[in-house]
């Protein structure tokens, strides 16, 4: 099974997750540098006190465990045959950063980078189980991340928060669809690892400083086919949009720091939605493809930070 995981999905995944990395790494700190300072080279110290372990930023994170459950739609443009709809069972194993905003000091500057392992399936729901209509059981894992801004409230806290994630997904159905273009369709997924993205919005409620209560949709799409130099256009546009998009809500953030954080989830989440749904008749949107196979899902659950 393994041998089906394309190795160009795979390669690009681990070049964006070290890029993330060093980013991250970067992103852990506001000192503002001063060049000045950089040129009087008698504030360096001894060559012997400087550090340069590649630790990508977790010495600032916590170990975390994420628990979610869920309910979830599938569907495919292209398709006719209608989909029994399945449950979600899913845990993310991670490591959470949290720190304050350096305008203002009740906003929040949060982080999530996860592994995480799930699996959708219509035998989670007695509806499912006696309808008609096809069944699917998935199971999808991949790694993630999650960023936001949210409002200190003491010990407690409350986080808007948006997530993506790349995952790798094995479908299988119980049964073949009524139309042999549509068999040829699900031919190309049962049973297979197939290479997909996903986008989430939602909020977190920290209880105490070591346990979240979480609310969130998310839609997922995975492809019959990894079409390598389209899915990359596809995701640079997406990535550029996003980061046009950070530029304006930094903005935002240091105009208005107590607005930031909701306008942030709202428009990131928005953006999403948008180019999810353009997708969903083209899975590397704007470039000529296939449909995908599709999940809107929403998910509640809890996340335990160490």
């Known amino acids: 099974m393994i041998k089906n995981i394309h190795f160009s999905s795979l390669l690009i995944f681990f070049l964006v997750l070290s890029f993330n990395s060093i980013v991250f790494a970067q992103d852990t700190t506001d000192t503002d540098w001063d060049w000045d300072d950089w040129k009087d080279t008698t504030s360096w110290g001894d060559w012997n006190d400087w550090d340069f372990d ?59 980078r996860y592994f995480h392992l799930s699996n ?41 928060y948006t997530s993506s994630t790349f995952d790798w997904s094995r479908i299988e159905f ?30 977190r409620v920290q209880v105490i400083p070591q346990l979240m209560l979480e609310g969130g949709y998310e839609r997922s799409i995975v492809f019959e086919r990894h079409l390598f130099w389209k899915w990359l256009g596809s995701f640079a546009i997406e990535t550029g949009a996003h980061w046009l998009l950070d530029e304006f809500i930094e903005k935002i953030l240091q ?32 470039f000529e493809s296939s449909a995908p196979i599709a999940f809107d899902q929403v998910k509640f659950g809890l996340t335990f930070v160490f």
């Open 255 to 286: 105009s208005s720091p107590y607005a930031g954080p909701v306008i942030n989830a709202v428009l990131k989440s928005a953006l999403a939605y948008g180019i999810y749904e353009l997708r969903q008749e083209k899975m590397n949107w704007p």
């Open 120 to 160: 959708i399936s219509t035998e989670f729901t007695e509806k499912g189980k006696s309808s008609l209509d096809l069944k699917t059981n998935t199971w999808r894992f991949g790694f993630g991340r999650s960023n936001g801004y949210g409002y200190s409230l003491g010990p407690a806290a409350i986080i808007p």
């Open 174 to 203: 119980n049964r073949a669809p009524n139309k042999l273009e549509e068999k040829n369709i699900t031919d190309l997924y049962h049973e297979a690892f197939r290479f997909g993205t996903s986008y989430e919005g939602g909020v």
């Open 54 to 112: 590649i630790h990508f930023g977790l010495d600032f994170m916590q170990p975390s465990i994420s628990l979610n459950y869920g309910f979830s739609k599938v569907q495919r443009n292209d398709m006719s045959e209608k989909f029994a709809k399945p449950n979600l069972v899913e845990v993310k194993l991670g490591y959470t950063y949290q720190d304050s905003y350096k305008k203002a000091s009740n906003i929040i500057k949060y982080r999530y």
